[in-house]
């Protein structure tokens, strides 16, 4: 118990500064899962079902839900995942508030926040360069992702090293989420050149 206080003491995952950014993230992100999967089961009841995120060809949620890589792991639907998922981020961080937790339990939560980001990240290349259409409510959750995957990476090394790098990288942590940003948005742009070119010029 000594060892874990006395981590704790310097433990920046356990302050409600980052503890109510998850919550608050992880309850945004929640929201958009929950209506993925409302249009998802209005599909499934309904195939000539438009869902109310289909605007037009390239921003259209019925090409990514029907896509196979809506259903990666044994079919489960993505948006199921997500709501399991934010459910878990927003009961832990609630807990974390008054219970402390060791390095190691930090150390699974920031591998499946990772893969969570690494998951996102791959799902927005196969919509880009393989569905080749755009779901808002899918982008919703890319966006929430983001942020949680690099602060929570930042905080976590801020908390477990104490080399002075880390708290350099701790205080970029906001460029890394921007620059995470405008990468996708770029890459949105060049591969939809054409679309955005005739809206915008």
Known sequence: MNEIASVDKKNFLHSKSYLFTVIGLAFIGLLAALQLMMEKIEL??????VPTCSWN????CQGPMESWQSGVFWGIPNP????????????????????????????LWLAGITAGWLFAMWLMTQSLYDIKALCI????????????????????????SDKKWTQY???????????NYAAIILMIYVQFADFFNLILF
């Open 44 to 49: 499934w009841k309904n195939p000539n079902y």
């Open 57 to 60: 060809p390239l921003f259209s």
């Open 80 to 107: 199921l995942i997500g709501i399991v998922a934010f459910v878990v981020l927003i009961v832990v961080s609630i807990t974390a508030l008054n219970v402390k937790f060791p390095k190691w339990y930090w150390s």
């Open 137 to 160: 409510y899918c982008m919703v959750v890319w966006a929430i992702v983001i942020p949680l995957f690099w602060i929570t990476l930042t905080t976590f090394i801020k908390t477990y």
């Open 169 to 179: 990288l701790y205080g970029a942590r906001y460029a890394l989420i921007i620059l």
